[in-house]
Protein backbone atom coordinates (compact mmCIF):
# COMPACT_ATOMS: atom_id res chain seq x y z
CA UNK A 1 0.00 0.00 0.00
CA UNK A 2 1.23 3.34 -1.05
CA UNK A 3 1.72 5.52 2.57
CA UNK A 4 -0.68 7.95 2.95
CA UNK A 5 -1.36 10.83 4.48
CA UNK A 6 -4.78 10.64 6.41
CA UNK A 7 -6.46 13.88 7.59
CA UNK A 8 -10.28 14.36 9.05
CA UNK A 9 -10.97 18.05 9.38
CA UNK A 10 -12.51 17.81 13.26
CA UNK A 11 -14.50 21.10 12.33
CA UNK A 12 -16.44 19.22 9.96
CA UNK A 13 -16.93 15.96 11.22
CA UNK A 14 -20.23 14.94 12.42
CA UNK A 15 -19.65 11.67 14.21
CA UNK A 16 -21.53 9.96 11.90
CA UNK A 17 -19.04 7.38 12.06
CA UNK A 18 -19.36 6.01 8.26
CA UNK A 19 -15.28 6.00 8.01
CA UNK A 20 -15.19 3.46 11.06
CA UNK A 21 -17.61 1.42 9.09
CA UNK A 22 -15.79 1.18 6.02
CA UNK A 23 -12.43 1.06 7.26
CA UNK A 24 -12.19 0.35 11.59
CA UNK A 25 -8.69 -0.12 11.32
CA UNK A 26 -7.90 3.15 10.40
CA UNK A 27 -10.98 5.30 11.42
CA UNK A 28 -11.96 5.84 14.89
CA UNK A 29 -13.79 8.05 17.31
CA UNK A 30 -12.68 9.88 20.10
CA UNK A 31 -14.63 11.25 23.64
CA UNK A 32 -16.25 14.38 21.50
CA UNK A 33 -17.67 11.48 18.72
CA UNK A 34 -14.67 13.05 16.08
CA UNK A 35 -12.80 10.50 14.10
CA UNK A 36 -9.29 10.37 14.56
CA UNK A 37 -7.08 8.11 12.25
CA UNK A 38 -5.28 5.49 13.85
CA UNK A 39 -1.31 5.24 13.12
CA UNK A 40 -0.24 2.98 11.36
CA UNK A 41 -3.79 2.56 9.28
CA UNK A 42 -4.15 -0.91 8.51
CA UNK A 43 -6.82 -1.20 6.09
CA UNK A 44 -6.07 -1.65 2.25
CA UNK A 45 -6.58 1.46 0.02
CA UNK A 46 -9.38 1.25 -1.12
CA UNK A 47 -11.28 0.36 2.32
CA UNK A 48 -9.51 3.90 3.33
CA UNK A 49 -10.71 5.87 0.40
CA UNK A 50 -14.72 4.13 1.00
CA UNK A 51 -13.98 5.63 4.48
CA UNK A 52 -13.78 9.15 2.67
CA UNK A 53 -15.83 8.88 0.43
CA UNK A 54 -18.75 7.48 2.59
CA UNK A 55 -18.26 10.48 4.94
CA UNK A 56 -21.26 13.11 4.38
CA UNK A 57 -19.49 16.04 5.18
CA UNK A 58 -16.56 15.31 3.20
CA UNK A 59 -14.47 15.53 5.88
CA UNK A 60 -11.62 13.21 5.50
CA UNK A 61 -8.52 13.71 2.98
CA UNK A 62 -6.02 11.05 1.48
CA UNK A 63 -2.93 12.06 0.08
CA UNK A 64 -0.35 9.85 -1.49
CA UNK A 65 3.01 11.24 0.44
CA UNK A 66 5.28 9.62 -2.16
CA UNK A 67 3.48 11.48 -5.14
CA UNK A 68 1.89 14.78 -3.32
CA UNK A 69 -1.44 13.23 -5.49
CA UNK A 70 -4.67 13.91 -3.79
CA UNK A 71 -6.32 10.59 -3.66
CA UNK A 72 -9.08 11.95 -2.26
CA UNK A 73 -11.63 14.50 -2.34
CA UNK A 74 -11.31 14.05 -6.19
CA UNK A 75 -12.36 17.32 -8.29
FE1 LIG B 1 -16.86 12.18 10.92
FE2 LIG B 1 -17.21 11.83 8.39
FE3 LIG B 1 -16.21 9.91 9.85
S1 LIG B 1 -18.59 12.88 9.74
S2 LIG B 1 -17.13 10.20 11.83
S3 LIG B 1 -15.25 11.87 9.45
S4 LIG B 1 -17.65 9.66 8.18
Known amino acids: MADLEITVD ?17 FDMNDEDKAFVKEPPHDEQDMILAGAEACPTDSIKVVDKATGEVLYPLD
Request: aromatic content about 0%; proline content about 6%.
Open 10 to 26: VDECIGCGACVTEAPET
